[in-house]
Structure formats: structure tokens, C-alpha cells
């Protein structure tokens, strides 16, 4: 069975840095892209970042381009969001959540549980 | 950036009753491209439909997607107490990024 667990939020102040952990079970994980996609208090879904399964490609929301950085490490299937210059409207639910493909990220079929991150002073 | 418009923003209806949800897109979405997601309260999202018509694993069969192009349909044929909840579309055409719609909720009337 598929298992993402998600990690490491809390909350920041303003312009604070904090990293987000997914742990994977339950598959062979450098075989499908990742992707990091939030959901703000009360509001809709948006997609954050995404990451091949290799690593070697990472693609960025433009919200989140120049602060953000995604990474995996395969030999602990583990994904990684370290977020930088946070902001208030940073603040939300975030889920990684698996691509069925190697090399794309398009839909998600597992979703972690969610962590929140607030941003607030 | 394709743009997704769910309608209706609420869908008030009764047990056994039959819901249409719509997904619009504001460009065409080739290869149909389009997945729904349903979300309970307190809960991620769970994946219902990819490719516009294919259920996902698991998935019971009164669940079913269709259309192309820039028209999405999500049709619950006979809702289930446990259907009611929010559901959104989504486009992988241009992914990434995956772009969302705002999404439709389905209320017990």
C-alpha cells in the first residue's frame, strides 16, 4: 500500500525559512515524479512544484520560482520542499502527492495527509 | 495558462439523486487531459477520474467523467451520503503546472 507522510510544518514568521519532509512507503519511488501542491485556509488546490523521478528536473509555480527549492533523495524516498522568504499568503495545507509517471508530473494519484505551515508574526 | 470554471459553486441535492458537475476550460485541452478530485473535510484529495473518463482504482462505478475539448463532465449517478463533499477538476495539457479549477461543492438539501 501506497503511504506518504508528511512533515515538518509549523509556524514562521514573515520572511523565515522552513523545509517540508514527505516519507514514501509503499512503492519504488525514483519511478514517479513528486509534487508539492497547497491548499490555502478555505480555499481551492494549487499545484507548488514538482520534481522528476530521477531528480534531475524540477518545475516551479510562478509563486513559488527563486524561493522555493524541491529536492528528493531516492536512496531514502524521501521529498523535499525548502521554502524561503515566507509570506502571509504562503499560509496552507500542503500535500505531496505522486504522479503515476516517471518523468511528468500531470495528475496525482497519492496524496500525503497534508501539513500546515503558517506564516504569520 | 489554460483557466478551469467549475459549475455550479454549490450543488444542493438529496440522496439518490443524480449530480452534474461541470469543468470548463478556456482553451482546448488535447489528449482530454482532465482529472476530478474529491475532498472531504479535514481530508487531501482523493483522485476520482484521470484521462476524463478513466476511474481510478477503487473508485465505484457511479462515478463517471466525460467530455473533450473544453467541455468537462463529472456525473454522480445516484449520490451516497459519503458523495457529499467538494470536488475539483484538474488539467495536466500544459502541466506542469497542473492547473485546478475553484472547485464545486455537493450539499445534502
Known amino acids: 500500500e501506497v503511504q506518504l507522510l508528511d512533515s515538518g510544518g509549523g509556524l514562521v514568521q514573515p520572511g523565515g525559512s522552513l523545509r517540508l519532509s514527505c516519507a514514501a512507503s509503499g512503492l519504488t519511488f525514483t519511478s514517479y515524479a513528486m509534487s508539492w501542491v497547497r491548499q490555502a485556509p478555505g480555499k481551492g488546490l494549487e499545484w507548488v512544484s514538482g520534481v522528476s523521478g530521477s531528480g534531475g528536473t524540477t518545475y516551479y509555480a510562478d509563486s513559488a520560482k527563486g524561493r522555493f527549492t524541491i529536492s528528493r533523495d531516492n536512496s531514502k524516498s524521501t521529498l523535499f520542499l525548502q521554502m524561503n522568504s515566507l509570506r502571509a499568503d504562503d499560509t496552507a495545507v500542503y500535500y505531496c502527492?505522486?504522479?503515476?509517471?516517471?518523468?511528468?508530473?500531470?495528475?496525482?494519484?497519492?496524496w500525503g495527509q497534508g501539513i500546515l505551515v503558517t506564516v504569520s508574526s | 495558462e489554460i483557466v478551469l470554471t467549475q459549475s455550479p459553486g454549490t450543488l444542493s441535492l438529496s440522496p439518490g439523486e443524480r449530480a452534474t458537475l461541470s469543468c470548463r476550460a478556456s482553451?482546448?485541452?488535447?489528449?482530454?487531459?482532465i482529472a476530478w478530485y474529491q475532498q472531504k473535510p479535514g481530508q487531501a484529495p482523493r483522485l476520482l477520474i484521470y484521462?476524463?473518463?478513466s476511474r481510478a482504482t477503487g473508485i465505484p462505478d457511479r462515478f463517471s467523467g466525460s467530455g473533450s475539448g473544453t467541455d468537462f463532465t463529472l456525473t454522480i449517478s445516484r449520490l451516497e451520503t459519503e458523495d457529499f463533499a467538494v470536488y475539483y477538476c484538474?488539467?495536466?495539457?500544459?502541466?506542469?503546472?497542473?492547473?485546478f479549477g475553484q472547485g464545486t461543492k455537493v450539499e445534502i438539501e
Open positions: 502527492a505522486k504522479s503515476p509517471r516517471m518523468t511528468t508530473v500531470n495528475y496525482f494519484d497519492y
Open positions: 484538474q488539467q495536466y495539457d500544459s502541466s506542469p503546472p497542473g492547473t
Open positions: 484521462g476524463a473518463s
Open positions: 482553451q482546448s485541452v488535447s489528449s482530454s487531459y
